[in-house]
């Protein structure tokens, strides 16, 4: 019986260290950004952009039209140096890249046209 006890204890230890450790991931894009737009014309509209960045390099995109989501859709971010590749594997949202930048005190997310595309929200 203790021979069994002592086999099961060396293969649980086995088994616990060859699991792979997950790398740390503390990126300052992380989180959630978004910006709103107002259009002013015949009908004033509420247009809002949401980007939530988590450590898996994976993320979800949501465009809301007054509060009604018209786009939800997953992506995959990759960083190179300061620029961030959004890739949403989704016809009907273009590629974008961005990178981190202050305006005001606050931290937001430039285009490459440099246009702000997104605040942090904390």
């Known amino acids: 019986m203790k021979t069994k006890i002592a086999k099961y204890y060396v293969l649980g230890l086995f088994v616990l260290s060859s699991c792979s450790k ?19 014309g015949d009908k004033t509209n509420l247009f809002r952009r949401e980007w939530i960045f988590n450590d898996a390099y994976l993320g979800r995109y949501h465009y809301y039209v007054n509060d009604v989501i018209m ?3 997953d992506y995959r971010w990759t960083k190179e140096d300061t620029l961030y590749y959004i890739d949403y594997n989704d016809i009907e949202v273009p590629n974008e890249y961005f990178h981190i930048t202050e305006e005001d005190g606050h931290q937001v997310i430039i285009n490459i046209k440099n246009e702000v595309v997104g605040r942090r929200v904390l």
């Not at 997950?22 to 002013?40: A, F, K, M, Y």
């Open 71 to 73: 786009i939800e859709t």
């Open 22 to 40: 997950i790398p740390l991931n503390n990126d300052p894009i992380l989180g959630i950004w978004t910006l709103e737009q107002e259009s002013v």
